[in-house]
């Protein structure tokens, strides 16, 4: 891994579980060895370097989710790894670091915002096309308003004033949201699909049986 991949990595873990405001640029080139001359080399400024994360979230998440669609048998298995995936990435975030990209660094939010409604929408508009073609999602629903409603409501479920972590958690909040979702577009034979893939799925309460 070069140098400004490298940077990028460790600047992303210390944001992640400290938030982007207490984290400084000394932090980060300490935490790799490097002067902040060097750091300097790679990264105009602390803007520069959170803009840049975000843009390499974006495309890691781009490649995980074709990673995804292409290992999975039908369109429900897909959208429960996407749901273990999105959990997966819940419990790296601090919580302020939402609440930091939007009061520090608001312009980089609208551009988070922007990128993750264009990919996420084509992402949840194929899933649903290809669910419609197996016959596990109901043949009446309009892909592309529901996949805007889906991404619209991602976001809601990061939103503190809409779902306080002091009491909501967001793990719980995110697969109450997959389960709601699948429910509410599947066929009768994509529910009993469901229910067979929510037991092997690793997705915690996926599975109807579970009470957690």
Known sequence: MDLKNKIIEKA??????????????????????????????????KTD?????VLAHIEEEKAMMSE?????????EEMLKVGRYAIQ????LSPTLMYDLQKYYGNIWIMLQ????????????????RGMRQGVYRQDINADI???MYVMST?????EEVFPLKEFNRERLFIEF??????????????????????TSNLPGANADDKK
């Open 12 to 45: 992303e873990d210390l944001f992640l579980r400290y938030g982007l405001k207490s984290v400084t640029m000394d932090d980060i080139a300490r935490k790799l060895g490097i002067s902040k001359k060097t750091l300097y080399q790679y990264v105009e400024n």
């Open 49 to 53: 370097l959170v803009s840049k994360i």
């Open 68 to 76: 995804v669609r292409s290992q999975s048998a039908d369109a429900i």
């Open 89 to 92: 990435q819940l419990r790296k």
């Open 114 to 129: 922007k990128l993750h409604m264009e990919h996420g929408q084509q992402m949840i508009r194929d899933n649903i096309d």
């Open 146 to 148: 529901l996949a805007r």
């Open 155 to 159: 976001f809601a479920l990061v939103n």
């Open 178 to 199: 997959i389960k709601y979702h699948i429910h509410g577009i599947a066929s009768e034979e994509g529910l009993v699909l469901y229910q067979r893939h929510a037991k």
